[in-house]
C-alpha cells in the first residue's frame, strides 16, 4: 500500500506541497474503514472533516424527492471529497457513501485549519490549489449547464 505522503501528494489540493509539506499534512491525517453500503455522512449533517479515498470507491448521492437516491458521482481512490463544508463550514450538501468497502485518509477541520495557521507556506499552496480546483469545478457546472439548457430549446 502506498505511504499517506504518496497519497496526499496525488490529491490536487496538495499537489504543489514539497515532501516536507506532505509529511506535515500525513501527520493530521487519520485512517478510517467503512463498509458497503455505510454512509460516510449524510445531507445536511455538519461537515466538520475532509477524506481522501486510499481503497474502494464512494458514491456521492442526494434524496429526491418523489425518486429516491441520486447517484451524483462514483469517486475512486486519490479523490477528495467532503472538503466543502471544511472550508464553508456548512451543513452537508450530499450523502457519501460507501460502494463496497473503502479505507478513508481524514482531515478534521480544527486539524486543517491548525496546520494553515502555523504553516503559511502550505496555507498559501493549499489555498491556491483550492481556487483553482473549485474554479474548475465551476467551469464544469457552467458547462454542463448550458449544455443542458441548449438541450431542452429543441
Known amino acids: 500500500m502506498p505511504s499517506t505522503t504518496d497519497i496526499l501528494r496525488n490529491v490536487p489540493i496538495f499537489k504543489d506541497l514539497d515532501e516536507a509539506e506532505l509529511q506535515s499534512v500525513a501527520e ?4 478510517e474503514k467503512f463498509e458497503s ?15 481522501v479515498i ?3 470507491e464512494v458514491r456521492i448521492s442526494r434524496d429526491v424527492p418523489g425518486s429516491g437516491e441520486e447517484a451524483l ?3 475512486k481512490p486519490g479523490a477528495l471529497f467532503g472538503e466543502m463544508s471544511v472550508f464553508d ?3 452537508r450538501s450530499t450523502h457519501a457513501i460507501a460502494n463496497g468497502g473503502c479505507t478513508l485518509m481524514t482531515i478534521t477541520r480544527p486539524d486543517f485549519e ?4 502555523f504553516n503559511r507556506e502550505i496555507a498559501y499552496k493549499v489555498l491556491w490549489a483550492c481556487v483553482r480546483v473549485l474554479s474548475a469545478r465551476l467551469r464544469s ?5 448550458r449544455s443542458f439548457l441548449a438541450m431542452s430549446m429543441f
Open 73 to 75: 458521482a462514483v469517486l
Open 54 to 56: 486510499v481503497t474502494g
Open 89 to 91: 463550514r456548512s451543513d
Open 141 to 145: 457546472t457552467n458547462d454542463s449547464l
Open 28 to 31: 493530521v491525517c487519520k485512517e
Open 37 to 51: 453500503g455505510a454512509y460516510i455522512f449524510k445531507e445536511a449533517e455538519p461537515g466538520n472533516r475532509l477524506y
Open 114 to 117: 491548525m496546520l494553515l495557521d
